[in-house]
Nanobody, 116 residues
Framework: VQLVESGGGLVQPGGSLRLSCAAS????????MNWYRQAPGKERELVAG?????????NYGESVKGRFTISRDNAKNTVYLQMNSLKPEDTAVYYC?????????WGQGTQVTVSS
């Protein structure tokens, strides 16, 4: 099983980034997919999630609502996080998570730094 995040980097406040998470080794379409983040000295928090069923139902952390959008492409086994209007407080390591009743898988994380 692998979850490989990409797309992180340094961006100025107000800028945008698109994170990708490529999955392999499990039935991607049967898993809820989530993005979490962890800033230095803080607990890991849920940023956004998208359910496995074809309903397209999503949920977002309060601090990112209206700025971030999660999506998935089951044909490519990939989940995305479009991040707009980035703020310095969005600086963190962002982790991809695959969740089902059978258990969870985690990626290694990608650093996002928002700074001028």
């Amino acid at each position: 099983v692998q979850l490989v995040e990409s797309g992180g980097g340094l961006v100025q406040p107000g800028g945008s980034l698109r994170l990708s998470c490529a999955a392999s080794g499990f039935t991607f379409s049967r898993y809820d997919m989530n993005w979490y983040r962890q800033a230095p000295g803080k607990e890991r928090e849920l940023v956004a999630g998208i359910y496995w069923a074809a309903t397209g139902i999503t949920n977002y952390g309060e601090s990112v609502k209206g700025r971030f959008t999660i999506s998935r492409d089951n044909a490519k086994n990939t989940v995305y996080l479009q991040m707009n209007s980035l703020k310095p407080e969005d600086t963190a390591v962002y982790y991809c998570n695959a969740h089902s009743t059978r258990g969870d898988y985690w990626g290694q994380g990608t650093q996002v730094t928002v700074s001028s």
